[in-house]
């Protein structure tokens, strides 16, 4: 079964140094949580030094959350980089049904082969050309909705899927789990599901990458319920949530994942 | 007379989906205050797909503050889709009066015919021709100075024109009213004026656009003195502030709002 | 002997006008520590404006973190315009060493007499052309590798240079200073390093720029000592490090900065 604890404790041994190529939404959040789970971040997306930049990560994570031709370009530089050393890379598709832009972008990054994509059930519905049409970051469809669509999409990308929701279902198209930690002020909060891509990215440093997925799910979920406890709302949660990240320990993360087999 | 609780009800009953394009320092901030207010937000600037993306959204919020020539290009798109569709469109000409780029961008902007403009004193004394020098975000000049400008700007923009300050002002050019909620830290805590023309946005969809600016500067208002009350400084204040967004009922906001006829 | 709490009494007295081109990561949190000390701060990176709007300013901070060509052209200009007013400019050579692109625009940055450099040990090292190579924002090296460095730099440069770490080291290559103010949670906290050039680019308005330097890490270490004392981790910290900042009062730095000539 899934050891949650056993990851975390993994990827902290390492302090991964996590490219990431995300949006300005998510930038200064995502580097917050990867600092406070006990990676190292770094933003780099020039096309003059992205591959140079690259080449030194242990894992990227790729947001299209606010894209631009010029940053696309980027995104597929480090990628190829990831992929041609053989080290991980996680896509998180924002927004991908809601334009056209958005949906040749990805389609240009899933023949990179990312390691793990994840994203909302709408997100991963309209990735997997099922036409849902998205709002934007909100999940319009529920989780199990996606749920033949994320396996369909594993086995057709190689990646590992998972569908953030209440309740979270992740995939490699074979075997399949439901991580159930969360709460309920995780969607009043922006950038959240970026920011668990970056952690995910750290997590999968050399981790198997269906386990370190979930793992890193548990944790992040784990964090978000110890946060929500005694929140008054959105901006008492973000405190709480980074030094939720920062302290839990992985006997703590070993007792409090809510994680079952598909 | 205004009431800003029916107006805070109104506006979260609909989550509306609000698209901003706005500066870097703004958008996570902008972000999680449009969330724990109640509404969707999405931020989207490529000229590949901003006007797709805004004909999507049920509200528009253009903030110029870390402009370059892209991005104006991109907010006159979107622009033009909110006008074409006869959706509401705030515009928020940050520091307008620094330098010529920004006086060119924001006379093209004006063409377009924004619903709501809300800046501080000097901005909207400079926006009206009235050459107020802007050292950036601050306001050199007090409201009062700006009421006159505010008014002979609403009637020739057709826009309803607010001025932000210790008591704002709000005017369409005929009626105008004060609001006098706020809270001295706010001041002290960066992009809470972009915040609330996004804030703004969102109650603009639907409802009349004088009577929904101002109830969303005393909702937005009302929050901060909440927040301000046992702050000890504009950290604790900016966790308390995005609480009090997602906590305030719209009966507290109908007993705090302090509203007048101008 | 530096008095830093008459250094941040001086700098509070004139509410700076900073200019910032700096990260995307680091805007929002640069912004809130200037206002939080006292300083006024404005981001504007547009080469069609960046040269008019830094002529506004009284001190300029610029910081390569994600680095653009655009971006370095215009940190060109603006640097160019305060040098030629004699007006202080602060630089932040971020992840200098991890790539050729960072290495070349930091080389014609020096051509541009920037008044302090501030780093870690491996930037500092790696700008001195010493060949150390960073892996982002980390210090791999310790700050005692990196004095030698350091002296030689501001010798050469004609600037104050400081090195960032547990305690730091400052010189302007011939005296020298170490300040021993700080807390072990400042480096899981993203872009503190970032926000405190802003802050000695706020400082150095008016005031010799040794001492100035000096007194603005004493400040901000001493800031992040009050934060640090019953923070339960990064989430915390950061609230209680703006409100320190804040509340913080130029007899209590005078009390609390331990300062000592190197």
Redesign the interface.
Known sequence: MNDAGHHLHQMRAQTP?VHNIT???????M??VL??AGA??????????VA??AA?AQALSVNI??????WAEAMEMAARVMNDAGRPWVLDPV?VG?????QDVCARLLTLRPTVIRGNASEILALAGLGAKG????AADPVEAAESAARDLARRSGAVVAVSGPVDYVTDGAAAFRVANGHALM?????MGCSLNGIIAAFLVDQPRLDATVAAMAYYGLAGEQAGRD??????F??????????LTPDEVRAGARVTRA
Request: aromatic residues 8%.
């Open positions: 140094l949006n300005y939404v998510a930038m200064n959040m580097a917050n600092l406070a190292s971040p770094a933003m780099v997306h020039a096309r003059e030094e140079e930049f030194l959350g606010t894209l631009d031709p010029a927004g809601a334009t056209r832009f958005r709002r934007g970051a909100d969607p009043r909060v922006t950038v929140a008054a709302g959105p901006g008492g973000q405190v709480r949530f980074l030094d939720a990240l920062y302290t």
